[in-house]
C-alpha cells in the first residue's frame, strides 16, 4: 500500500494536557479522507503537526514515506498544500497578487497558472481586480485560501473546514473541485469538517477522532455497511438465529447488539421471519430502524464518551 | 532561501506602511536642516560659531540622521517591525513552512529583509538629508578631500551593521512575540533602557576625574562606547582609529550574532498558529 501520511502514536501535550493523544491515521494515495470530530476534538492540531507548524511530544508520521524527523520531510512538504484554520493570505494584496507571492515562494514563474487557478475556484471575477483580500467575503477569502493550496500542482491537499463560509453553491463548486482533482489528478485530500452529510459526498475514508484519539477509521464502503436500513432480531436462542442468518448474509452485516442480532443494509423481512420460524426458534421482537452518518458518528462518540 | 528572501522583500517594500516611512522621512529629511537653518537665522547666528556647541554641517546632519535617538530613526525600527509581524498575524508565517522551507531559513529571511527594509529607508532620509542640508551648510569645515571620501563610505558601513544589529533585534521580537505590539513595547523598553544606561554612563564619565579613579572611568567609559543606542561614534571625526573601529564594529557584531541564534532557537521551537 502506498501512503501519502502515516501516523504511528502521534502526540502533542499542550501544559500537560494531551490534545492528541497516540493518533494512528493511514492516508493512502488517492484517498479523500473525511476528518471528523467535535470542537477541540484535536483535528487541527494534527494537521498542525503535519503541516510542520507544531512540533509533536511524543509518536512520529511519515509523509510520503518521509519520517518527520529526517531531512526528506522539507522535500515531502513540498508535495502539498494546505489551508489551516483559515487561509493564510495576505489581507493588504490582491488575489492575484497573493497567488503571484505564492508562486514566488514556490519558485514558480506562470502568469497563467495564476490566472487558471483563479479561475478553478470560481474567481475568474476578481483575475484584474485590485480589491484587496481584506475586502473578500468570507467565502472567497476561503476559495483564494484553496487557490494558494492548489498552486504548486500538490500531491496531498489538507483542508481544514474548508465549506466554512461558504454559500450552497460555493460548496457544491468546492465540492466537485475535490472529486475532479481526485479523480483527474489523483490528488490525495484530508479533509477536517463538522459537515458529515457534506464530507460523505466526497470522502472515501473517515477518521473520526474524539478527546485527541481517533476511536474509528472506517472506508466510506464500511461506513456505508455499517448506516443505513438495520433490523434488530431478538429470538428465544440467539446463537441458532445468528447460525442461521449466517447462511444467507455476509458476516460484515451480522453483529451481536444488546438490541439483538443485528443485520445491516436491506433485507427481505418476511423471507427472513419465515426461516427462522421454520427453523423452530421463536421471534420474541423485531425492529426495523434507519441509521444515519450523523447517528452513528454520535453513537461512536457517546460510546468514547462511555470509555 | 532566494525565493523566500525576495517573497519577503516584495512584500515589505510593498506594503503601504513603508510608503508612510517614505513619507515620513522625506518631511524629515526636508524639515530638519532648514528648521536649522532657520533657527540660526533668527538667532543671527552663523553656523560656524555653533561649530563648539553643536557642529552644524551638511556631514553632521548626514550622521545623525542615522541616530537611533532621532525621530526618524525610532520611527524606522517601529514600522519595520509591524510589517515584519504582519506575517504572523496574517499566518502568511504557515504558508512558508507548509511550502517546505526550514525554519532557519524562514528566520534568517525575516532578518534580512528586516535588515534591507530599515537600512534602506534610513539611507534614502539621510542622503535626502545631506542633499538638502549641502544646500544650507557646508558639509564640513575642512575642505573635503579623497580620504573624507573613504571615511564617509566606511561609516556609512558602519550605520549598515548598527542597522542589522537593530534588525536581529526586532526580527527576534517578531519571532518571540509573534505580535507587533508586544515585540514593538518590548523595542521601545530595550531602548529605553539602552538610553537611561547611556546617559548615566554619560554623566559618570563627567563626574569621574580619570586620573583619580581609572577603574570606574574605564568601565564607565566602555559601557558608553559598546552602548549601540547612544553613542555617536560614527562620522563624528576624519578618521577611525583601530580603537574607534573595534568598539563600533564589535558590540554590534556580537550581540548581532547572540541575538541571531537565539531568534533562530526561539523560532525552532516555536509552534506557530
Not at chain 1, 95 to 120: F, H, P, V, W, Y
Not at chain 1, 188 to 204: G, P, Q, Y
Not at chain 2, 219 to 245: H, K, M, P
Request: charged residues 20%.
Amino acid at each position: 500500500m502506498d501512503y501519502a501520511l502515516k501516523t504511528f502514536d502521534l502526540s502533542k501535550q499542550y501544559k500537560k494536557k494531551a490534545v492528541v493523544n497516540k493518533v494512528n491515521m493511514n492516508i493512502c494515495r488517492g484517498d479523500i479522507y473525511g476528518f471528523v470530530g467535535e470542537n477541540g476534538s484535536g483535528k487541527t492540531t494534527i494537521i498542525r503537526l503535519i503541516t510542520g507548524l507544531i512540533s509533536p511530544n511524543g509518536g512520529s508520521f511519515e509523509l510520503f514515506g518521509a519520517t518527520n524527523t529526517s531531512p526528506e520531510i522539507y522535500s515531502a512538504r513540498k508535495k502539498i498544500g494546505a489551508i489551516v484554520e483559515a487561509p493564510s493570505i495576505y489581507q493588504n494584496m490582491s488575489a492575484s497578487d497573493n497567488l503571484r507571492m505564492q508562486c514566488r515562494l514556490m519558485g514558480i514563474n506562470s502568469e497563467e497558472k495564476i490566472i487558471s487557478t483563479l479561475k478553478e475556484v470560481g474567481l475568474e471575477a476578481v483575475i484584474n481586480d485590485k480589491k484587496h483580500a481584506s475586502d473578500f467575503s468570507l467565502g472567497m477569502r476561503q476559495r483564494l485560501g484553496i487557490a494558494m493550496a492548489l498552486l504548486g500542482d500538490p500531491e496531498f491537499i489538507i483542508l481544514d473546514e474548508p465549506m466554512n463560509g461558504l454559500d450552497p453553491a460555493g460548496i457544491v463548486e468546492i465540492r466537485e473541485l475535490i472529486l475532479k482533482l481526485n479523480g483527474e489528478k489523483n490528488i490525495t485530500f484530508l479533509i477536517s469538517s463538522h459537515i458529515l452529510t457534506e464530507l460523505s459526498l466526497v470522502a472515501t475514508k473517515y477518521g473520526i477522532i474524539s478527546h485527541g484519539q481517533i476511536i474509528r477509521e472506517i472506508t466510506a464502503t464500511e461506513l456505508r455497511a455499517e448506516c443505513g436500513r438495520i433490523t434488530d432480531i431478538v429470538a428465544a436462542d440467539q446463537e441458532k438465529l445468528m447460525q442461521l442468518l449466517r447462511q444467507s448474509f455476509d458476516e460484515s452485516r451480522l453483529s451481536y447488539r444488546p438490541e439483538g442480532v443485528r443485520i445491516n443494509g436491506d433485507v427481505n423481512l418476511h423471507s427472513v421471519l419465515c426461516e427462522i420460524i421454520s427453523s423452530g426458534n421463536e421471534i420474541l421482537s423485531v425492529k426495523c430502524s434507519e441509521t444515519s452518518i450523523e447517528d452513528y458518528y454520535l453513537s461512536l462518540l457517546g460510546g468514547a464518551k462511555h470509555d | 532561501m532566494i525565493n523566500l528572501l525576495k517573497t519577503d522583500l516584495i512584500r515589505v517594500f510593498k506594503d503601504k506602511l513603508f510608503l508612510v516611512l517614505g513619507i515620513i522621512g522625506v518631511a524629515f529629511a526636508l524639515f530638519t536642516p532648514i528648521v536649522s537653518r532657520i533657527l540660526l537665522f533668527g538667532l543671527e547666528l552663523d553656523p560656524s560659531d555653533m561649530a563648539e556647541i553643536v557642529p552644524m554641517t551638511a556631514k553632521s546632519m548626514f550622521f545623525s540622521s542615522f541616530s537611533l535617538s532621532n525621530n526618524f530613526g525610532l520611527i524606522v525600527p517601529i514600522l519595520v517591525t509591524i510589517i515584519l509581524c504582519k506575517d504572523f498575524s496574517h499566518g502568511t508565517i504557515r504558508n512558508k513552512i507548509i511550502c517546505g522551507n526550514r525554519r532557519w531559513q524562514i528566520f534568517l529571511s525575516l532578518f534580512i529583509s528586516g535588515t534591507v527594509a530599515m537600512f534602506a529607508a534610513i539611507l534614502a532620509h539621510a542622503l535626502l538629508t545631506l542633499g538638502v542640508s549641502v544646500l544650507l551648510f557646508k558639509y564640513q569645515a575642512e575642505p573635503f578631500t579623497a580620504s573624507d571620501l573613504g571615511y564617509f563610505l566606511l561609516s556609512v558601513l558602519f550605520e549598515a551593521i548598527v542597522y542589522a544589529y537593530v534588525a536581529s533585534i526586532t526580527a527576534f521580537l517578531c519571532a518571540w512575540a509573534k505580535n507587533s505590539g508586544v515585540a514593538i513595547v518590548c523595542f521601545i523598553a530595550i531602548l529605553l533602557i539602552s538610553t537611561i544606561v547611556g546617559s548615566i554612563s554619560t554623566m559618570a564619565l563627567m563626574l569621574i576625574i580619570p586620573e583619580e579613579n581609572e577603574t570606574a572611568y574605564n568601565v564607565w567609559n566602555f559601557l558608553s562606547r559598546i552602548n549601540i543606542f547612544v553613542n555617536a561614534q560614527i562620522g563624528n571625526g576624519r578618521s577611525y582609529s583601530t580603537e574607534d573601529v573595534l568598539y563600533i564594529l564589535l558590540p554590534p557584531l556580537c550581540f548581532g550574532a547572540i541575538t541571531v541564534l537565539s531568534g533562530l532557537f526561539i523560532f525552532n521551537k516555536k509552534d506557530l498558529k
